[in-house]
Each structure stands twice: as structure tokens, then as C-alpha cells.
């Protein structure tokens, strides 16, 4: 396996390079756990082990490693995180007691290109969810795509992807029945050798069902997709991160799988959606709510209206987003992130004064 297969390029051997620590070697994390990481490198699949002072941060699946190969009587062990180009993140209700100041953000996978937000076209269906799924990806960096599941189940699956494409602006929407494999080249698409994806979506709406078929492509039976995927029963390494015949790789792992949006905790904006509604009417529509004039959040936290201890906490999360963007390539995908930010701000302006 080469390392440009499983994702690496010149970002990432730059990073490599400014580590300058010969003997290192780079690894992608397939698997995490609290003290030993499964990694796939250029010399197959290795075990790694995580020392105490890389867990204040710690790697996620799909970040890229610097490893210290394995010595007689010694295991590999990791020695440096390298940056993220993308980071999805949710934000997660902290272990302390309190209101928004608690809340912190847990790295769910890094490194993604593409998220393929999948929703079925049965009683499933939300364009609010759909929504809030979107801001999710957006904020992690990744291209977000969606797909229509289940089209079989649709009187009219054409309207259905019209409405969606109005909320999604520019981001491209694909019907898909993944029970019979029809459409499949859309997402198939973005699984170029390399490139990393994973699927978000609700419990039920064809997550498994599409990911064996992306897996299958290439492989007819039943047990080699299972395998293919990680989870035959002869498999005894579990892992998160798979690397498909087509040659593109996929992340599968419970945090993106569990993810469920019906709580207000998920997003940065949904979990400040108080101090957001109040941004509306701050006189910049970048306004950080620091120093600017005619800040209508800071006006708020003054005159008691907003109390003090959740702006703080606001403020932490957003300096914690911050530098999970710095260590975010400044790319393309930054300057996408902020453009869609400043149109939802919009949108939410527009909403308020209709
Ligand atoms: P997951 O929870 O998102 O992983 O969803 P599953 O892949 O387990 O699918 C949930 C159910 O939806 C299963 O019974 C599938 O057979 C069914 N399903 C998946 N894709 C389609 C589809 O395109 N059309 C229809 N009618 N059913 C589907
Ligand atoms: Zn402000």
C-alpha cells in the first residue's frame, strides 16, 4: 500500500518534513482507543501505542501520525499529531456541571474530503435536519453531499431533490436507491484512490446498505464485502477506516454513525442559538462580539439580558473552532467555510424581518 493511497499528499509531507525527526515514520489512524491506535502505513497495518502526553489532544480516525517503528521489546509508539486539512467535530455537553460554558468539542474523524449526508425519502425526510447536517459539515471543512435514499419509496423523488437543492445552494444532491444499487455512481464518485469520505445520516435511512455496495464494486460475494468492510467473523482487528478496491477510503466509525441531530447541542451555531438570534443584530456581519461597534450580543451580556457565563462560554467554544481551523489547511475549503457562514447569517437575518 502506498501512502498516497491512503490519503497522503503534499500537505501532509510538508507537515512531515517540518517535524524534522528522523527514524519517524508517517501512519493513518484507522483505530482509536484510549492507549493503542491501529495505523495503516506504507508497511501494512501496524499497532501503535499513545503516550500521556499526546492524550490532552489525541488522534482521531483518519488523522495522520508520526510513529517511532517498533524496536525488539519495544512497540511502536506514536510521536506526533500532524495538522488536519478537515476536522468534524461535534460539540459534546463537557463532564462539568453548568449551562453552555461545559460544553467542549470531541474530534468524531479528521481528514475527511467528503461528508455524503444521507437521508431517505421515507418518513425520514427533513429539510430542517438536512439543514443542521449541512452546518455540521460545513463547520468541519469537508465538501458536504447529499443523497436522496430509498427513491423507490418517493411519489415524486424530482420534487423532493428540488427542495433540497434550494437549501443546499451549490452543494450537489443525488437521488439513490441503494436496495437495488440505482444511483450508486453519484456517491461512487467521490471515492476517487485517496480520497476519504464518510456517511452521516440518521439510524435506518441505508447507511449499511450503501456502504456495502460502495465496498462491493468491485467484490461479487457476500463474504468478501463483509470482509472487505472489516467485519467478517474471521476478522480480529476492528477498525474504523477502510481503504476500498475502488481505492478511495471510507470512515465508518459509531461516533459519526451515532450521531443524532435532534438535540440542540450538536452544532456550534445550534448550540448557542440564544447569542446566534442576537447576532442577527450586531452591526457587522463578522462581528466576533469582542471589540466591535454596535455589537447587540455584548449589548445584551451588559443590560442582563444575556447572562455573562454563557457568553464566556460561547466564547471558548468558538476559540477552541478557531484553532482546530488554524490547524485546518487555509484553503479553499476555509474560504468555502466562511462564505457559507456569512450566507446562513443571512438567511437568518432575512428570516427574522419577514
Ligand atoms: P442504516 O441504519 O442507515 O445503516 O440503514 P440500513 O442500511 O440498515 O437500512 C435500513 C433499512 O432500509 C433496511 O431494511 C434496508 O433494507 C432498507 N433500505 C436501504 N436502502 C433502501 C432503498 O433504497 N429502498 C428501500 N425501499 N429500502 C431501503
Ligand atoms: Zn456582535
Redesign the pocket.
Known amino acids: 500500500m502506498t501512502l498516497a493511497e491512503l490519503g497522503w499528499n503534499d500537505f501532509f509531507a510538508a507537515a512531515f518534513t517540518d517535524l524534522n525527526e528522523p527514524g519517524l515514520r508517517p501512519g493513518r489512524v484507522a483505530r482509536a482507543s484510549r492507549d493503542y491506535y491501529g495505523l495503516l502505513t506504507a508497511e501494512g497495518d501496524i499497532e501503535a501505542r499513545l503516550p500521556g502526553r499526546l492524550r490532552r489532544e489525541p488522534p482521531a480516525v483518519g488523522d495522520w501520525v508520526a510513529y517511532a517503528p517498533p524496536a525488539p521489546g519495544v512497540s511502536a509508539t506514536i510521536r506526533a499529531l500532524l495538522p488536519r486539512r478537515t476536522c468534524f467535530a461535534r460539540v459534546a455537553p463537557g463532564r462539568r456541571r453548568g449551562r453552555g460554558a461545559a460544553a467542549e468539542l470531541q474530534v468524531l474523524a479528521a481528514n475527511l474530503d467528503t461528508v455524503v449526508i444521507?437521508s431517505?425519502l421515507?418518513r425520514d425526510f427533513n429539510l430542517r435536519r438536512i439543514e443542521r447536517y449541512l452546518t455540521l459539515t460545513w463547520e468541519s471543512g469537508a465538501r458536504p453531499v447529499v443523497v436522496l435514499?430509498?427513491?423507490?419509496?418517493a411519489e415524486n423523488p424530482e420534487a423532493c431533490r428540488r427542495q433540497v437543492e434550494e437549501i443546499a445552494l451549490d452543494v450537489p444532491v443525488h437521488l439513490?436507491?441503494?436496495?437495488?444499487g440505482t444511483g450508486l455512481e453519484s456517491p461512487a464518485a467521490y471515492l476517487a484512490p485517496g480520497k476519504t469520505v464518510a456517511l452521516l445520516?440518521?439510524?435506518?435511512?441505508?447507511?449499511?446498505?450503501?456502504?456495502n455496495r460502495l465496498a462491493g464494486l468491485e467484490l461479487q460475494q457476500t463474504g468478501e464485502l463483509s470482509e472487505a468492510l472489516g467485519k467478517g467473523r474471521h476478522t480480529t482487528t476492528h477498525r474504523e477506516l477502510f481503504l476500498l478496491p475502488g481505492g478511495g477510503l471510507l470512515i465508518d466509525n459509531p461516533g459519526m454513525?451515532e450521531l443524532q441531530l435532534w438535540g440542540d447541542e450538536q452544532t456550534l451555531a445550534g448550540s448557542f442559538e440564544d447569542i446566534e438570534e442576537l447576532a442577527a443584530d450586531c452591526r457587522f456581519a463578522d462581528c466576533r462580539h469582542e471589540v466591535e461597534p454596535g455589537c447587540a450580543v455584548r449589548a445584551a451580556a451588559e443590560s442582563g439580558d444575556l447572562d455573562p457565563d454563557r457568553l464566556a462560554g460561547y466564547r471558548r467554544l468558538q476559540q477552541e473552532l478557531d484553532h482546530l481551523t488554524r490547524r485546518a489547511e487555509s484553503s479553499a475549503q476555509a474560504e468555502q467555510q466562511r462564505k457559507w457562514k456569512a450566507i446562513h447569517k443571512q438567511l437568518r437575518r432575512s428570516r427574522r424581518k419577514s
Open positions: 444521507v431517505g421515507d435514499n430509498k427513491a423507490d419509496l439513490l436507491c441503494a436496495a437495488t445520516g440518521s439510524s435506518g435511512v441505508g447507511k449499511s446498505t450503501l456502504l454513525r
